[in-house]
């Protein structure tokens, strides 16, 4: 079964295909964005977005992870990635990332709104989990409007191996 393309109000969640490596490269290349997430690489290299969206279709048939490429409905303009990864049958970890053209739009939350009920009803995933940086408290917003709550505060190695504050979140299929 192909990965299902799934629709919101405003959003088409779509498979990332080849043709997206270059605004991938771009978005999640801008410092910015990078500097909001533990593994996003700055500088973000011509072939990193090529080495992240081929494994992405055997990811999904294995049900390992699903990632879904944010794109405007009306144009097809991708706008960031939502992905559930580290699926094990019973839980996933929730990540995203929007380009900073599109920040405070709401696009995040309703992409999430849309993956998390997915997860729920397709993939029979009984719990999704989440982690921001605590110096990305926005991307804490979109884990509570999605109904997520504060599991707990850790601390991991980032990209740069420094060790960072970490927000835990969690909900379960109810």
């Not at 794109?71 to 094990?88: C, F, K, N, P, R």
């Amino acid at each position: 079964m192909n990965q299902p393309v799934l629709k919101t109000r405003r959003l088409l969640l779509r498979s990332f295909n080849l043709e997206d490596a270059n605004k991938v490269q771009n978005l999640a290349g801008n410092y910015n964005v990078s500097k909001t997430t533990l593994n996003i690489p700055y500088p973000y290299e011509s072939g990193m977005a090529e080495e992240w969206i081929n494994p992405q279709s055997e990811n999904w048939k294995s049900r390992t992870s699903v990632v879904y490429a944010i794109t405007l409905s009306e144009s097809d303009e991708l706008v960031g990635a939502i992905s559930l990864m580290q699926i094990d049958g019973i839980q996933g970890e929730l990540g995203y990332w929007i380009g900073e053209p599109y920040w405070r739009k709401g696009y995040c939350t309703e992409a999430a709104e849309a993956l998390i009920q997915f997860s729920f009803d397709k993939l029979k995933i009984s719990k999704i989990f989440a982690e921001h940086l605590t110096s990305n408290p926005a991307s804490g917003e979109v884990m509570k409007k999605v109904g997520m709550l504060h599991s707990e505060t850790t601390q991991k190695v980032d990209r740069a191996g420094r060790m960072a504050d970490i927000e835990n979140y969690e909900i379960r299929n109810t």
